[in-house]
C-alpha cells in the first residue's frame, strides 16, 4: 500500500507564494507520474501539472509561468510552487502518483486546501 501526504497548503493574498510537498510511502517503482491536481468548489477535478520520472513537466495552461513542479526521488517527493497566486487559484490541490507500466498504480493523496484572497 502506498500513502500519500500533502502539506504546505493555507491561507495567502493574491501576488503571494505557496509551496506545496507530497511525501509518497510504501512500495513504489521508480519508473512512475508525479503530480498535482485541484478541485475547486463546484468544479471537477483539473490537472494543474505532472512530472515524469526524466523531468519531462506538464502544466495546465493557466499555471503555466507561475507555477513550478519538481521532483526529489531520493526523498520520494513532489513539490509544487505557486508563485502569483491568483483568488482563482482557490481549490484543493491533490497529490497523484501513478505507475502506467506493469505493475500499474494510481494513487492520491487526501488534499491540501490552497485559498487564495483578493
Known amino acids: 500500500q502506498v500513502q500519500l501526504v500533502e502539506s504546505g497548503g493555507g491561507l495567502v493574498q493574491a501576488g503571494g507564494s505557496l509551496r506545496l510537498s507530497c511525501v509518497a510511502s510504501?512500495?513504489?517503482?521508480?519508473?512512475?507520474?508525479m503530480g498535482w491536481y485541484r478541485q475547486a468548489p463546484g468544479k471537477q477535478r483539473e490537472l494543474v501539472a505532472v512530472?515524469?520520472?526524466?523531468?519531462?513537466?506538464n502544466y495546465a495552461d493557466s499555471v503555466k509561468g507561475r507555477f513550478t513542479i519538481s521532483r526529489d526521488d531520493a526523498k520520494n517527493t513532489v513539490y509544487l510552487q505557486m508563485n502569483s497566486l491568483k483568488p482563482e487559484d482557490t481549490a484543493v490541490y491533490y497529490c497523484?502518483?501513478?505507475?502506467?507500466?506493469?505493475?500499474?498504480?494510481?494513487?492520491w493523496g487526501q488534499g491540501t486546501q490552497v485559498t487564495v484572497s483578493s
Open positions: 510504501g512500495r513504489l517503482f521508480s519508473i512512475n507520474l
Open positions: 512530472i515524469s520520472s526524466g523531468g519531462s513537466t
Open positions: 497523484n502518483n501513478r505507475r502506467v507500466a506493469i505493475p500499474q498504480y494510481d494513487y
